[in-house]
């Protein structure tokens, strides 16, 4: 087991290194066909050529590589690489350091994902249960049919309606009845709130883990199903053993092993949500950082930000992967 685990951390490691390297291949190629970024730090303000060379030293940008397209500027890869293993993610165009920015996002995103897997546990292991104890009752096609309409509701289209049509009317309706500052008039709140961090991220938690619960029910079914007739099952029902018993031990827990692998492809689309969700909602988390440094074109951050997610889904996909032996005895990795 010792073994398994350090290969999938030093297989974690080169992943990481690679989707670095990418992702300066890809900025840099950016930045040759496009033009220097540094000019965005003036804004309309057309700066003098020692303006912008003090910008581009201190940006990192002042390297020749930058004006040979197809140069892959590995110097400044590497320059990159030692700072991020001493601390230092850069700083942004304003000049505060990533690492302050993201210690104010990282909370949030955080609360988000609490509530988007309490509503993947939940809703998702629950109705697909249900959808497989009641297999072809209204039950379960009523079940199939709710997922199915989730399907056709991306994200960024339930959150639209959601904040321009539904907010302003509810939002009118609990302070009116309830008063301001109550409980329902902060939960319906367009926008996110600093001094109710909690319940002003509930509504938009709910809306992202919706989206991702639908392929987590049919996965949870699917397998709950194969298990239903496994010949362990008749067995453990022929011992004389509790329904309930046979389904928490001999049903959800063998069920629970492709559930858990969906689990680190639904986190990976749940982070790509997480970007739209906190910059439609306003939410200041690694999402909206993302966001706002994107439209910013503010390089140094967008490629900080993206390792951190790459690191975080990374150390998710080797959780899932240690799981399979904790679920599953006959899984043996030694």
């Known amino acids: 087991m010792v073994s398994y685990v350090v290969r999938r951390v030093l297989l974690g490691l080169l992943t990481v290194l690679l989707v670095l390297l990418l992702l300066h291949l890809l900025t840099t190629l950016a930045i040759q066909l496009n033009g220097n970024p540094a000019l965005a730090f003036f804004g309309d303000h057309v700066p003098s050529a020692s303006q912008l060379h003090a910008v581009e030293v201190r940006y990192g940008l002042d390297d020749p590589c930058y004006d040979q397209p197809g140069n892959p500027c590995l110097g400044p890869f590497w320059e990159r690489l030692v700072q991020y293993a001493h601390g230092d993610f850069g700083t942004d165009l304003q000049g505060r350091p990533l690492t302050e920015l993201m210690a104010q996002a990282v909370p949030n995103t955080l609360r988000l994902f609490v509530i988007v897997t309490i509503t993947w546990l939940i809703i998702g292991m629950l109705l697909g249960s249900v959808a497989a104890r009641f297999r072809g009752r209204p039950i379960d096609h009523s079940i199939r049919l709710t997922s199915v309409l989730i399907d056709a ?13 539904f907010t302003v009317p509810l939002t009118t309706w ?27 991220l509930i509504v938009p938690g709910l809306l992202l883990g919706l989206t991702g619960c639908a392929p987590f029910l049919r996965l949870v079914r699917a397998a709950q199903l194969e298990n239903y007739n496994a010949e362990h099952v008749r067995t453990a029902r022929s011992k004389g053993l509790s329904n309930g018993h046979v389904t928490a031990y001999h049903i959800v827990r063998n069920s629970s092993v492709p559930v858990v692998t ?3 492809f639904v986190f990976a689309d749940a982070l790509s949500g997480a970007v739209i969700t906190e910059g439609v909602m306003n939410i200041r988390g690694m999402g909206n950082l993302l966001w706002q440094s994107v439209q910013k074109s503010d390089v140094s951050v967008v490629v900080g930000v993206v390792t951190i997610l790459s690191v975080v889904t990374i150390g998710v996909m080797l959780l899932v992967d240690l799981a399979y032996a904790a679920l599953d005895p006959r899984i043996r990795y030694d």
């Open 153 to 165: 509701f991306p994200v960024f289209v339930m959150l639209v309606v959601y904040r321009f049509i």
């Open 174 to 200: 609990a302070r009116r009845t309830f008063g301001s500052d109550s409980i329902p008039a902060l939960l319906f709140k367009p926008s996110y709130s600093n001094d109710h961090p909690w319940i002003t």
């Open 262 to 264: 969906a689990v680190g």
